[in-house]
């Protein structure tokens, strides 16, 4: 993608040091059209700085302009997309733990989405491209759950813990900004909604995604009798990179979905890679939902409801080609493990 006079169109990434912002950056990266401006709180922490240093290599490291910038501060924000063409908005609060205090999360998730938006407006940005979540489409009361959801559907609000109204809110408030512009101020914005992320890290770290593999891999509870729509990571980071390179994209929401499973099936595909002594796999399912568990909201909601999200858009819109839900699994394994993020039990 080369702009008149040879110039390559700038996007700004916010979040890049993140489990999909890392995977987002290299997609554009690797792409080679676009000039890539990326986010970090402090550009100067080589502990966030130095894993995408090591993971993208010299060579697609140097192509990148590090820039501040926080989501609670709107100044650093505008200065970060400032001259930019694109924004890709990957950044938002995703606590490894559950969160009391809903502040924690849904001030940062919605004032940072609309302190960018304010941004690309004020910038003249020609498109936004925002991640979601899938749990602002598929969270219901059980008397209203769906057998298949689509993205016309969103989550009640009522049954959503303080995270999932954070990512709720955000796109809420991200929507409601769009259709209040006058005619000649409108931009294009696409949502990205991918369901429970997973696949390879690049960086070694706290996050959500990894905690689920270590449950996995090592055992660490028994799973709940709950269904869970899996995506690769890679394909999350192609549909952010396609929903700014495809035109018909605007203004619409994406679903990513490779397949909805349960953590009994993904174990099993571990264990058919690993094979039986390298990690205590276990595939067994508590009865009940535990009602001391601090998603026990969630749980209940899903607990033995069978149900699919429709990902059809994003393969004709965006032209996704999904991974295979196995190597998913296996290759996030195996980078966690390349990255001392688990034990190498591996047989030698």
Same mark, same amino acid.
């Given at each position: 993608?080369?702009?008149?006079?040879?110039?390559?169109?700038?996007?700004?990434?916010?979040?890049?040091?993140?489990?999909?912002?890392?995977?987002?950056?290299?997609?554009?990266?690797?792409?080679?059209?676009?000039?890539?401006?990326?986010?970090?709180?402090?550009?100067?922490?080589?502990?966030?700085?130095?894993?995408?240093?090591?993971?993208?290599?010299?060579?697609?490291?140097?192509?990148?302009?590090?820039?501040?910038?926080?989501?609670?501060?709107?100044?650093?924000?505008?200065?970060?997309?400032?001259?930019?063409?694109? %924004? +890709?908005? !990957?950044? $938002?609060? @995703?606590?490894?733990?559950?969160?009391?205090? /809903?502040?924690?999360?849904?001030k940062p998730a919605v004032e940072g989405t609309?302190?960018?938006?304010?941004?690309?407006?004020?910038?003249?940005?020609?498109? %936004? +491209?925002? !991640?979601? $979540?899938? @749990?602002?489409?598929?969270?219901?009361?059980? /008397?209203?759950?769906?057998?298949?959801?689509?993205?016309?559907?969103?989550?009640?609000?009522?049954?959503?813990?303080?995270?999932?109204?954070?990512?709720?809110?955000?796109?809420?408030?991200?929507?409601?900004?769009?259709?209040?512009?006058?005619? /000649?101020?409108?931009?294009?914005?696409?949502?990205?909604?991918?369901?429970?992320?997973?696949?390879?890290?690049?960086?070694?770290?706290?996050?959500?995604?990894?905690?689920?593999?270590?449950?996995?891999?090592?055992?660490?509870?028994?799973?709940?009798?709950?269904?869970?729509?899996?995506?690769?990571?890679?394909?999350?980071?192609?549909?952010?990179?396609?929903?700014?390179?495809?035109?018909?994209?605007?203004?619409?929401?994406?679903?990513?979905?490779?397949?909805?499973?349960?953590?009994?099936?993904?174990?099993?595909?571990?264990?058919?890679?690993?094979?039986?002594?390298?990690?205590?796999?276990?595939?067994?399912?508590?009865?009940?939902?535990?009602?001391?568990?601090?998603?026990?909201?969630?749980?209940?909601?899903?607990?033995?409801?069978?149900?699919?999200?429709?990902?059809?858009?994003?393969?004709?819109?965006?032209?996704?080609?999904?991974?295979?839900?196995?190597?998913?699994?296996?290759?996030?394994?195996?980078?966690?493990?390349?990255?001392?993020?688990?034990?190498?039990?591996?047989?030698?």
């Amino acid at each position: 993608m080369v702009e008149q006079g040879g110039i390559l169109p700038k996007v700004c990434i916010t979040g890049i040091s993140g489990y999909i912002g890392s995977q987002v950056t290299l997609s554009y990266l690797k792409d080679g059209g676009f000039s890539v401006r990326g986010t970090v709180r402090d550009p100067t922490n080589e502990a966030k700085v130095g894993p995408l240093r090591k993971a993208f290599g010299e060579e697609l490291f140097s192509k990148i302009e590090l820039v501040p910038a926080d989501l609670l501060d709107a100044d650093s924000l505008d200065k970060a997309i400032a001259g930019c063409d694109y %924004v +890709v908005h !990957t950044a $938002s609060p @995703l606590p490894t733990k559950p969160v009391e205090n /809903e502040d924690e999360v849904v001030k940062p998730a919605v004032e940072g989405t609309l302190s960018v938006l304010r941004a690309a407006l004020k910038h003249k940005v020609k498109r %936004v +491209v925002i !991640t979601s $979540s899938g @749990l602002t489409i598929n969270l219901q009361k059980r /008397e209203n759950a769906k057998a298949v959801y689509t993205e016309d559907d969103w989550s009640d609000p009522e049954v959503l813990s303080n995270y999932d109204k954070s990512k709720y809110l955000a796109e809420r408030a991200a929507w409601d900004f769009m259709n209040a512009l006058p005619a /000649e101020d409108k931009f294009d914005l696409v949502v990205i909604i991918p369901g429970l992320v997973q696949g390879p890290t690049l960086i070694n770290a706290d996050f959500s995604s990894a905690n689920y593999m270590k449950l996995m891999m090592l055992s660490l509870y028994p799973f709940p009798q709950v269904a869970f729509p899996i995506v690769d990571v890679r394909d999350v980071a192609q549909a952010h990179l396609q929903g700014v390179k495809v035109a018909e994209a605007k203004n619409q929401r994406f679903i990513l979905v490779s397949k909805t499973a349960r953590f009994k099936e993904l174990t099993g595909y571990l264990k058919e890679h690993f094979g039986e002594g390298t990690y205590p796999f276990k595939t067994d399912e508590i009865p009940e939902c535990p009602m001391d568990n601090p998603r026990a909201k969630l749980l209940q909601i899903l607990w033995n409801h069978e149900y699919t999200m429709d990902r059809t858009r994003s393969e004709k819109v965006l032209g996704i080609q999904y991974h295979d839900i196995k190597a998913t699994e296996v290759d996030m394994a195996l980078s966690m493990i390349e990255l001392g993020m688990l034990p190498d039990n591996r047989q030698k």
